[in-house]
């Protein structure tokens, strides 16, 4: 089956959050939800989510899954809020314990942060499948970019959070806390098996030079013959030779501090303090 797909830019962070619905009902899925983030000042907007919001009360829709394909380190997930308005469950890959393991540590956050992916309705393992109204979804398990990441197979769509970009921009880093270079190579080609027919909805576009517009859907054959880092049956080893090279000169994203200590919890913000303001922390040279 073919679900209806719509991708909703964030130009600040380069996001695409998407609407899947199932064409024989109203029921419908959000995958990889934008809460608005100002660093500088702390505070948060919810204009990127209130869009998604809106489109589905206008159109009818039903939420049954918000679904993440990864813990973000570019934005802050809006799943809890975009959950208040329209229902939904929160998914998330069961790996996410070792990313809660890791940034907890990093972040110091103690005994009292969970680490069990509690604060998640369900954790999505390989093979795993789901459904929106009647449509299937199935869940693959591709790391590399983070320990965590999933893709989501529904119908002849396939959404790939950071595994893959468009063609001419390539794939994602791997240099976060277990990320690898080598891992994600393999996950790449657990996609690219897929039927060639297969729509890709990337989770980000950075416009690669000499595109003017965005762009967040390709196919599996157009990624296996034009993906500038993997197609054209590019070997492993190249691949992880080019990826290592090119991690050791990306910065650090904008939103990774805040972003982090969010989204390892389901897109809340960490408990208010007896102030009744929450505070998020910066690890000096914890990263």
């Known amino acids: 089956m073919q679900p209806e797909v719509y991708g909703f830019f964030d130009e600040a962070t380069f996001t695409i959050t998407y609407v899947v619905r199932d064409p024989s009902s109203s029921k419908c899925a959000i995958v990889d939800s934008v809460l608005d983030f100002d660093y500088a000042s702390g505070r948060t907007d919810t204009r990127s989510a209130d869009a998604v919001i809106k489109f589905v009360k206008d159109k ?19 799943a809890p809020y975009i959950q208040e308005k329209l229902g939904g469950k929160i998914g998330i890959g069961e790996n996410i314990t070792v990313v809660q393991n890791t940034f907890g540590k990093v972040f110091n956050e103690g005994t009292e942060f969970q680490r069990d992916g509690s604060q998640f309705d369900r954790l999505f393992r390989e093979g795993d499948s789901f459904h929106i109204g009647q449509l299937r979804g199935d869940v693959l398990h591709t790391p590399g970019h983070t320990p965590a990441c999933l893709t989501y197979v529904v119908g002849d769509a396939a959404f790939v959070g950071d595994t893959l970009f468009m063609p001419d921009f390539g794939t994602a880093r791997c240099d976060f806390p277990g990320g690898s270079a080598e891992t994600l190579y393999q996950s790449i080609q657990k996609i690219l098996a897929l039927p060639e027919a297969t729509r890709i909805f990337v989770g980000h576009d950075y416009k690669a030079p000499g595109r003017d517009e965005y762009a967040w859907e390709t196919t599996v054959a157009e990624q296996k013959a034009f993906n500038i880092h993997v197609g054209a049956g590019k070997p492993a080893e190249e691949f992880v030779s080019m990826r290592t090279q090119r991690d050791s000169t990306l910065a650090m994203p904008r939103l990774i501090i805040p972003s982090l200590q969010v989204n390892m919890r389901a897109g809340q913000m960490p408990p208010p303090e007896d102030n009744g303001i929450s505070y998020l922390k910066v690890p000096v040279n914890g990263i």
């Open 60 to 78: 009818g829709f039903e939420v049954e899954w918000l679904l993440e394909s990864h813990v973000h380190a570019d934005h802050l997930s809006a």
